[in-house]
């Protein structure tokens, strides 16, 4: 899809994305997200060290409170929060070093 000269991938409903690989240290990702239509219960997930065990780090980008977390056999648990409103149809930036 084209948006205002971007190449964007458009998706309804939760989409996840992995990015990365579990060898990898010492790499920064950047990924821009627009939220357009969403449910309050929907959110866009970037996963980034995903191993064969199930392990991984996240930012999840809903509405509302961005956060990056991980998440280690089943269990979830936020890392860092961001007090934020995500516009509907604004472009935000996140940045994962």
Same mark, same amino acid.
């Given at each position: 899809?084209?948006?205002?000269?971007?190449?964007?991938?458009?998706?309804?409903?939760?989409?996840?994305?992995?990015?990365?690989?579990?060898?990898?240290?010492?790499?920064?990702?950047?990924?821009?997200?627009?939220?357009?239509?969403?449910?309050?219960?929907?959110? !866009?997930?970037?996963?980034?060290?995903? %191993? /064969?065990?199930?392990?991984?780090? &996240?930012?999840? *980008?809903?509405?509302?409170?961005?956060?990056?977390?991980?998440?280690?056999?089943?269990?979830?648990?936020?890392? !860092?929060?961001?007090?934020?409103?995500? %516009? /509907?149809?604004?472009?935000?930036? &996140?940045?994962? *070093?």
């Amino acid at each position: 899809m084209d948006d205002d000269g971007n190449k964007v991938l458009s998706l309804k409903g939760t989409l996840w994305t992995r990015v990365g690989d579990p060898d990898w240290t010492d790499y920064t990702l950047t990924v821009r997200v627009k939220l357009v239509n969403v449910h309050e219960e929907e959110d !866009a997930r970037i996963s980034v060290r995903l %191993g /064969d065990d199930g392990k991984r780090y &996240f930012v999840s *980008v809903p509405q509302q409170d961005p956060a990056f977390a991980n998440q280690n056999r089943g269990e979830f648990s936020n890392m !860092a929060k961001v007090d934020l409103v995500c %516009g /509907d149809g604004a472009w935000y930036v &996140f940045k994962i *070093v």
